[in-house]
Nanobody
Framework: VQLQACGGGLVQAGGSLRLSCAASGRTFSNAVGWFRQAPGRQRDFVAATTWSGSRLYYADSVKGRFTIARDIAKNTVYLQMNTLKPEDTAVYYC?????????????????WGQGTQVTVSS
């Protein structure tokens, strides 16, 4: 499985961005998650979805503001981020999980994309 994340950028607080994660070899993965890592901090869970859409998870800090969605025809998972805050600034990574485990745990994921920078100015 190879993952290509894109869509990051610089946005003002209150603005929106949509990240995309294109997956090749999707049939080998069960779920895709988004994580983020700010400078000097650990990589934290943001959101995750199974390809079937039967399971969706969000971190409490993004509930109501971020939406994860998948387009099976395009083998792509999106993260729509609205009402962005300066504390959302981080490098965002998508990851694929091949065996069903805790989708909120970064240790469950087998493949990682390269990351895309999101910067929210105040």
């Amino acid at each position: 499985v190879q993952l290509q994340a894109c869509g990051g950028g610089l946005v003002q607080a209150g603005g929106s961005l949509r990240l995309s994660c294109a997956a090749s070899g999707r049939t080998f993965s069960n779920a895709v998650g988004w994580f983020r890592q700010a400078p000097g901090r650990q990589r934290d869970f943001v959101a995750a979805t199974t390809w079937s859409g039967s399971r969706l998870y969000y971190a409490d800090s993004v509930k109501g503001r971020f939406t994860i969605a998948r387009d099976i025809a395009k083998n792509t998972v999106y993260l729509q981020m609205n009402t962005l805050k300066p504390e959302d600034t981080a490098v965002y990574y998508c990851a694929a999980l091949t065996k069903m485990r805790d989708m909120r745990d970064k240790g469950s994921y087998d493949y990682w994309g390269q990351g895309t920078q999101v910067t929210v100015s105040s």
